[in-house]
């Protein structure tokens, strides 16, 4: 199994433009989470999925944050204007139910300029 | 909601000793308690987890142990080496559920010096 895919790997865009983050989920997983992690905040959970629905988007910045999970192996986060502040690691995590062992990406490293 | 409590924050400790990190959480139904170890520029990865009809697990050096009644376990890691330096989290949940979340610990950076 190639394990939860990210892209990219890293990132560096200037303050405005629009971001995408992209992941691939393990197969036959049923739940997808995205955290975002900087050394100020730690680890936070950003929103999760559970069989392509969103189940709980409360951990989402502000509006100018998106997610969407069209089908069970693809999903995106995008942000949309980017600011400095949103510079972090984003990281995609899936498992087979929402509260059990989740399994990560390699992370996005994002760097807004 | 949930919420997981994890100490010390930092933690060095010189080769070959023991290092123990302590979480606590608040939800009483929690019954899945997972652990894991995240090396410096990767995601974090699963080293050992505990279900909470088990009050101690344990796989070589490493080691967890649960007390349900008063909300507590701890990660052991016994003859610790080098590579074992890294953020450790620990994190709950209730379990295989439809809608519940693991909730992570803040983390504990571990060094360990040769």
């Known amino acids: 199994d190639a394990g939860v895919i990210q892209s990219p790997r890293h990132e560096v865009t200037e303050m405005g433009q629009e971001v995408t983050l992209r992941c691939k989920p393990i197969?036959?997983?049923?739940?997808l989470f995205w955290y975002r992690q900087t050394m100020m905040r730690g680890l936070e959970l950003l929103i999760y999925?559970?069989?392509?629905?969103?189940?709980?988007d409360s951990g989402m910045p502000e509006d100018r944050f998106s997610a969407k999970m069209p089908n069970a192996s693809f999903s995106t986060l995008k942000i949309q204007p980017s600011e400095p502040r949103d510079s972090a690691v984003y990281f995609c995590a899936s498992s087979r139910e929402s509260g059990e062992t989740q399994y990560f990406g390699p992370g996005t490293r994002l760097l807004v300029l | 909601g949930e919420n997981v409590e994890q100490h010390p924050s930092t933690l060095s400790v010189q080769e070959g000793d023991s290092a123990v990190i302590k979480c606590t959480y608040s939800?009483?139904?929690?019954?899945?308690f997972p652990w894991y170890k995240q090396e410096l520029g990767k995601g974090p990865q699963l080293i050992i987890d505990i279900r909470s009809n088990v009050g101690e697990k344990k796989d070589q050096r490493i080691a967890v142990t649960l007390n349900k009644t008063a909300k507590h376990f701890s990660l052991h890691i016994t003859e610790t080496q080098p590579e074992d330096s890294a953020v450790y989290f620990c994190a709950a949940s209730r379990g295989a559920t439809s809608y519940d979340k693991v909730i992570f610990g803040p983390g504990t950076s571990l060094s360990v010096i040769p």
């Open positions: 197969s036959g997983h049923n739940s």
């Open positions: 999925f559970n069989n392509n629905v969103p189940i709980d």
């Open positions: 939800d009483s139904a929690s019954n899945y």
